[in-house]
């Protein structure tokens, strides 16, 4: 027989921190049609759409903002850089620094980082 039954990694705890994490890493996305009608007349009707994501979650689903808008901030254009899981910490990291340089987290370092670090530079003047 097949269990069916949710589970939640880590256990069955779960915390504030957890939930609004998931949320702003999914988004949430509301949509609401309220009218009012008296006698089959409606008088009065609201349309509402309302979303809650980080702006990383917005950047990468397209999330329209509404005219006006100030979207050129300092955490809209982090958002826009694209991450990579660090494979050691799985901390998101720019996937140019992730494959260039090394996690700043842990300090993890790609081939390639090893690789550039180890050849000479080629400006380098050889020792006598």
Not at 12 to 34: F, H, P, Q, R, T
Not at 52 to 78: C, D, H, K, M, V
Not at 106 to 127: D, E, F
Request: aromatic share 4%.
């Amino acid at each position: 027989m097949l269990n069916l039954e949710p589970t939640r990694k880590g256990g069955n705890e779960g915390s504030l921190a957890d939930v609004i994490e998931v949320i702003l890493d999914k988004g949430l996305v509301i949509n609401a049609d309220i009218t009012v009608s008296v006698a089959g007349v409606e008088l009065l009707g609201i349309k509402i759409r309302a979303a809650l994501a980080s702006f990383a979650t917005a950047a990468r689903y397209g999330l329209e903002f509404p005219s006006g808008t100030n979207i050129e901030t300092s955490a809209w254009q982090q958002a826009q850089v694209i991450k990579e899981k660090c494979p050691q910490c799985s901390k998101q990291v720019p996937a140019d620094e992730l494959l260039e340089e090394s996690c700043p987290w842990c300090g993890w370092q790609s081939a390639r980082a090893k690789a550039r670090l180890a050849a000479p530079h080629p400006l380098a003047v050889p020792a006598n």
